[in-house]
């Protein structure tokens, strides 16, 4: 039986930054990734799919110098976001949060920003398998030592595994229960149909003059659903990325008032597919001037398949991992990523590179406490205004806006929150709820599953 140090079970952002830390920290390790294939992509590669937005401060808890990035990596560099409600609508130009890269933040080409981190663990002495799944993994706690079954039978043994197989978590569940209680299972804290949110998205061509190329764009309260939403991203050229993130298995009929959402029709006998509500986007906004379908078709070539992908976002609180049985879960197979802001490489790379230098080092027991000091505050703001906006329909997101606004009214410097005095009693409740609920989730409240609940 083939035996490694360290065993990484998916080869995306926290994956491969696993294994390049843990290569370069002298450990023989293996990274195994399944792959799929992409219209844009010549090999297999991880399933590269999300909407590719770096904030700045983002760049910093990711902790990669953005200087050595490719060329063809950054597409866009970005000023400014829209939130963009029913009737209200705020432009932030400042995130307020102090970092080190001096623009708003860039979009990315994600299948090439993945390639490339794989291109940095070969260098750093990874064997990389693409192209190669895991089917089990058993871990003997007497070690401990991990059996990892490959999708050809082969069976491999590590000293440290670290479970980084994305929202889908394929082998991570099952590999968890090995830990926890009778009658328990990790599928109550993190089963992909009720801990994720389904994303889809469209490479579509603009006509130049209305290409907004150095800002993104969020449209709330115009589609039901906890952290629903539609975007468009740019790319390259005039290429954008539009899409929408939503609740998994929603249904029409749970939804209160219909005919307050924009994007719902009197018609509808169920809720739109995501290619239809990208369609109804397209029209609402720019129906008036154009042919959607001849003025902004979509670019075949790009994403997953034919122009369009669809993919899972974790939209739930992370759990700790079992160090003790010399198992680490990194980025989104551990809840880490968030639906409500569309986006996780940065906290999905950070926790990754933890795990795989720690394991390196013989160090994973304070994997929980060095990942929640990295990337803890991060979490607690998305799990904070994530609780916040959950029942808000789209007179709420008018009003938070205008709040908003109303804080952000003249120059700008720093953080909404030393703004909220001078903004009215509508601002002051605003902020104190968020204060609240980040009370609630402070010392690490916000995991679902702590380290000393599995069962070892």
Do not use: C
């Not at 490339?116 to 990874?126: D, F, I, K, N, P």
């Not at 790319?235 to 939503?246: E, F, H, I, P, S």
């Not at 010399?326 to 880490?336: D, K, L, S």
């Amino acid at each position: 039986m083939e035996r490694v140090d360290v065993a990484i079970v998916g080869g995306g952002p926290a994956g491969t930054s696993a294994a390049e830390r843990a290569a370069a920290h002298g450990a023989e390790t293996v990274l195994f990734e399944q792959g799929v294939p992409r219209e844009d992509r010549d090999g297999l590669g991880p399933d590269s799919t999300d909407a590719a937005g770096m904030l700045d401060y983002w760049v910093d808890i990711m902790d990669v110098d953005y200087r050595e990035l490719p060329d063809d990596v950054v597409l866009q560099e970005l000023d400014a976001v829209d939130f963009v409600g029913p009737t209200a609508s705020v432009e932030l130009t400042s995130t307020g949060i102090e970092s080190s890269y001096d623009r708003f933040g860039y979009t990315f080409n994600r299948a090439r920003m993945d390639d490339w981190l794989h291109e940095r663990a070969t260098e750093s002495g990874v064997d990389l398998r693409v192209g190669t799944s895991v089917k089990d993994l058993e871990t003997d706690l007497s070690g401990p030592t991990h059996t990892l079954t490959l999708s050809s039978g082969e069976l491999i043994e590590a000293e440290y595994v670290v479970l980084a197989d994305g929202p889908q978590r394929r082998i991570t569940l099952e590999a968890l229960d090995q830990f926890t209680p009778p009658g328990t299972s990790v599928s109550e804290y993190l089963s992909p149909p009720e801990a994720n949110h389904i994303a889809y998205q469209e490479y579509r061509e603009f006509p130049e003059e209305v290409f907004e190329e150095n800002r993104l764009k969020f449209w709330w309260g115009y589609m039901p659903g906890e952290t629903a939403y539609p975007w468009v991203f740019p790319n390259d050229g005039t290429v954008a990325r539009v899409g929408l993130t939503m609740p998994i298995g929603m249904r029409l009929e749970d939804v209160a008032h219909p005919e307050s959402y924009k994007l719902l029709e009197p018609t509808d006998e169920q809720l739109p597919s995501g290619s239809e509500y990208v369609q109804r986007l397209l029209e609402l906004e720019y129906g008036d001037e154009y042919d959607v379908e001849e003025d902004f078709p979509i670019v075949e070539d790009r994403g997953k398949s034919k122009g369009t992908e669809t993919y899972p976002i974790s939209s739930t609180r992370p759990i700790d991992s079992p160090v003790q049985a010399n198992i680490a879960v990194a980025g989104g197979a551990m809840g880490t990523t968030s639906a409500f802001h569309e986006g996780g490489y940065h906290v999905a790379v950070r926790s990754g590179k933890i795990a795989g230098r720690l394991a390196a080092t013989d160090s994973l027991e304070h994997y929980n406490d060095v990942w929640k000091r990295a990337i803890g505050d991060e979490i607690l703001r998305n799990v904070s205004f994530a609780d916040i906006v959950a029942e808000y329909e789209p007179d709420d997101w008018d009003r938070a806006f205008e709040i908003v606004n109303g804080m952000t009214a003249g120059d700008f410097e720093g953080s909404l929150l030393r703004k909220k005095y001078s903004a009215g009693v509508g601002a002051t409740k605003l902020v104190a709820a968020y204060k609240r609920r980040k009370f609630t989730y402070r010392n690490g409240n916000y995991v679902q599953l702590r380290e000393d609940e599995y069962a070892l």
